[in-house]
């Protein structure tokens, strides 16, 4: 897939299209998704995204998150990268969209129009080596408390969405 972004505006509408570079350079909006597995026990699947990440590497977040390339529907880009990241795909159900704005220290922004997906899924994991780190299963309740605690240790966007209630 190509390293192109969608770039939209606050109603989601195309403007054009970016390098993923380059539009987290500009702090350009963008198209993005958020994908949240549960298992059977109500379980949220987490990962650490691998310390050579862009940005927010060494962070905990939510189990796959990307960004649909053009011409690609955000669904469609969710089944994609959940494939590539995690190895495998199950069922998926969009539950909204929401804009959000973090600047990080190495001067990247991420400004994303993001639509939440959730799934369930209670088979084998592989996640890609060069993506992520670690993966764990979490209560909800234990990972809210834990991000109240320990803010610094998941990435921004997983700590609006679970703190928020943006699922």
């Known amino acids: 897939m190509s390293d192109l972004v969608v770039l939209v505006n606050s109603n989601n509408r195309k403007t054009g299209l970016r390098e993923k570079i380059s ?9 993005a998704f958020s994908i949240l597995i549960f298992n059977s026990r109500g379980e ?8 050579q990440k862009y940005h927010s590497g060494g962070l905990w977040s939510n189990t796959v998150c990307g960004h649909p390339g053009p011409g690609e529907r955000f669904l469609a880009g969710a089944h ?9 795909d199950c069922k998926l159900t969009k539950h909204r969209y929401f804009i959000y704005r973090s600047a990080f220290e190495n001067g990247l922004t991420e400004n994303e129009y993001d639509c939440v997906f959730t799934g369930r899924y209670d088979g084998e994991i592989a996640p890609h080596p060069g993506e992520i780190e670690a993966c764990q299963w979490v209560s909800l309740e234990f990972l809210r408390e834990d991000m109240l605690k320990q803010p610094q240790l998941y990435t921004y966007w997983s700590r609006k969405i679970i703190l928020e209630n943006l699922l």
């Open 23 to 31: 539009a987290h350079r500009e702090g350009l909006l963008h198209r």
């Open 44 to 51: 949220l699947l987490l990962q650490k995204r691998h310390s």
């Open 80 to 88: 994609r990268r959940l494939k590539e990241e995690m190895g495998f």
